[in-house]
């Protein structure tokens, strides 16, 4: 069974900074791009930032220069996210496509993290 974890979300204020990480397990034999997704109360879930197996980067035009994406390990990415603002308040997803052991490639995503931005 393959899983995929979030973990780092937080109440953090304005201007500040936070890392979100997620790492996949279980019978994995190979995962293909990683990304986070975030949705805000409302609206639909839209794409932050993917990072291919080569290290190829793709930021939301919102994010960049705030966010950098990075990948560890083949099964572990991270968001580290600067100079915060209240809009980027939403519960953060990770995606990963996979090929798991016995099965099929397909997309993974994790439960989501809440990051909020408020004074």
């Known amino acids: 069974q393959v899983q995929v974890v979030e973990s780092g979300g937080g109440l953090v204020q304005p201007g500040g900074s936070l890392r979100l990480s997620c790492a996949a397990s279980g019978s994995i034999f190979r995962i293909n791009d990683m990304g986070w997704y975030r949705q805000a109360p409302g609206k639909q879930r839209e794409l932050v930032a993917d990072?291919?197996?080569?290290?190829?980067t793709n930021y939301a035009d919102s994010v960049k220069g705030r966010f950098t994406i990075s990948r560890d390990n083949a099964k572990k990415v991270y968001l580290q996210m600067n100079s915060l603002k209240p809009e980027d308040t939403a519960v953060y997803y990770c995606y990963a496509e996979i090929y798991p052991i016995g099965g099929s490639t397909r997309g993974y995503w994790g439960q989501g993290t809440q990051v909020t931005v408020s004074s």
């Open positions: 990072i291919t197996t080569t290290g190829r």
